[in-house]
C-alpha cells in the first residue's frame, strides 16, 4: 500500500490540520521546528537534558493549546512564546534563577556599546549561557525576546528594578567577559607575530 506522506505548503494550513487534532501535522510541527525551540530553551536551561525535556513539555503545550493561536501573528513566535513560558515554569520550580546574591542597586553603568565588538555570535551565545541564571534569564527576555521590564516582573514575580538591575549587571559581566576575550585575541597575535620575528 502507497504511503501518504502530508505536506503542507502554507503555515495556514499546518495550523488547520493541528486544530483538527491531525497526528501527522504533530510530526511535521516537530520535525520542522524541533532545533529552533530547543535553541530558545537551552538559553534559559543550559543543561541540555533540561532544555530537551522543557522543549518537549512546550510541544505538548502546543498541541494542546492550539486553539489559543489567533492566528494574528506568526505561529512560529507563538510557539516561541510558548516554549519561553515552559523554559520559566521549569526555572522557577526548580528555583535556579533565583539562585542569586541579593541585588542592590546597581552603581555601576555599564558600557551599552559592548555588543559592537567584533565577536562571533557562538561566542556571545557562549557567554550569555555562562552568566548566573537570574541574569541570563532577564537577559534573554529583554534583549533576545523583547519583553519590557514591566512583563519581565510579571512572568518572574519580581520587582521592575530587580528586573532592570539583572539586566544590567548582566551587560557588566558580558562586557567584563568581551574585553577579556579581546585581550586573549590580541595576546594571540602578538605571540605570533613575536614568533615569527624569531625564527627568522
Not at 532544555?51 to 505538548?60: H, I, K
Request: aromatic share 10%; with cysteine; glycine share 4%.
Amino acid at each position: 500500500m502507497l504511503r501518504i506522506i502530508p505536506f503542507f505548503t502554507t503555515e495556514a494550513q499546518l495550523v488547520a490540520a493541528l486544530k483538527r487534532g491531525d497526528n501527522r501535522a504533530h510530526k511535521v510541527v516537530y520535525e520542522r521546528f524541533a532545533g529552533k525551540m530547543l535553541a530558545v530553551c537551552t538559553r534559559y536551561c543550559t543543561n541540555r537534558d533540561d532544555a530537551e525535556e522543557v522543549m518537549l513539555d512546550g510541544f505538548m503545550r502546543v498541541f494542546e493549546k492550539i486553539e489559543q493561536f489567533r492566528e494574528d501573528g506568526s505561529f512560529e513566535g507563538w510557539m516561541r512564546r510558548v516554549m519561553v513560558t515552559e523554559s520559566l515554569m521549569f526555572l522557577r520550580k526548580s528555583r535556579q534563577w533565583r539562585q542569586e546574591i541579593p541585588i542592590e542597586d546597581v552603581t555601576v553603568e555599564p558600557d551599552y556599546e559592548w555588543a559592537d565588538t567584533a565577536v562571533n555570535e557562538s561566542d556571545l551565545l557562549g557567554m550569555v549561557n555562562q552568566l548566573p541564571d537570574g541574569y541570563r534569564t532577564v537577559f534573554n527576555l529583554y534583549a533576545i525576546e523583547g519583553y519590557s521590564h514591566a512583563e519581565i516582573a510579571e512572568m518572574l514575580g519580581i520587582s521592575e528594578g530587580t528586573s532592570k538591575s539583572q539586566l544590567s549587571r548582566a551587560r557588566t559581566l558580558l562586557q567584563m567577559k568581551l574585553k577579556k576575550l579581546e585581550l586573549e585575541a590580541l595576546t594571540e597575535l602578538h605571540e605570533k607575530a613575536y614568533r615569527k620575528t624569531t625564527n627568522r
